[in-house]
């Protein structure tokens, strides 16, 4: 499976912004999903992570309460809706898919999109 990355920019603290994350192929629905970001300087973290069916999903003690993972298997996509951004929250984001289940494990990703940057200024 591709990935494709879209939704990064430059936006205020509060703000919000909707990342999505565009896949190829017709086994879409088989896979779980995940959001990652990397900062300057620092290791690549995980952020949220979603099932194939949508039911199940986990987020990062740091974006609890204020990003939300969806997606539309029909659309072949997965978003990441970002609101009251924190300067913090500053760095590039990646979207990953795992054929097995749903976890937060970074090395359980196979496949990984090219990554949106995302800054967020205070």
């Known amino acids: 499976v591709q990935l494709v990355e879209s939704g990064g920019g430059s936006v205020q603290a509060g703000d919000s912004l909707r990342l999505s994350c565009a896949a190829s192929g017709r086994t879409f629905s088989r896979y779980a999903l995940g959001w990652f970001r990397q900062a300057p300087g620092k290791e690549r973290e995980f952020v949220a992570a979603i099932n194939w069916s949508g039911e199940t999903t986990y987020y990062a003690d740091s974006v609890k309460g204020r990003f939300t993972i969806s997606r539309d298997n029909a659309k072949n996509t997965v978003y990441l809706q970002m609101n009251s951004l924190k300067p913090e929250d500053t760095a590039i984001y990646y979207c990953?898919?795992?054929?097995?289940?749903?976890?937060?494990?970074?090395?359980?990703?196979?496949?990984w999109g090219q990554g949106t940057l995302v800054t967020v200024s205070s």
């Open positions: 990953a898919a795992t054929r097995g289940v749903v976890t937060t494990a970074r090395n359980a990703y196979a496949y």
